[in-house]
């Protein structure tokens, strides 16, 4: 189901995790494997509605694969950060 993105949230999170379940992201490359594979925010948490900016200003794809990459864990060396297949 797609909608109109109205809204603009901030968000805080954990860390970014490539995820098997989650498609976020899949398209630009982020798992090493060369599986489809997306990112996903691990305990992510509402922080407030961003009314300073309009949807089309929101982070986009790019940008999030962009700060994945950037991770200490993953620049590092210590290989991709992964969901595992918990069912939540």
């Known amino acids: 189901m797609w909608f109109e993105p109205k809204y603009v949230w901030e968000v805080k999170t954990a ?3 490539i995820s ?12 090493p494997t060369g599986e489809e594979r997306g990112i996903s925010l691990r305990f992510p948490r509402f922080i ?4 300073d900016k309009k949807p089309d200003m929101a982070t986009n794809s790019r940008q999030v694969v962009e ?3 950037k991770q200490e864990s993953v620049t590092k060396n210590k290989g991709p950060a992964a969901d595992d297949d918990f069912e939540y």
Request: glycine share 14%.
């Open 15 to 17: 860390d970014l995790t």
């Open 20 to 31: 098997p379940r989650y498609k976020a992201g899949g398209k630009e490359g982020v798992d």
């Open 48 to 51: 407030k509605v961003r009314d």
């Open 67 to 69: 700060m994945y990459r």
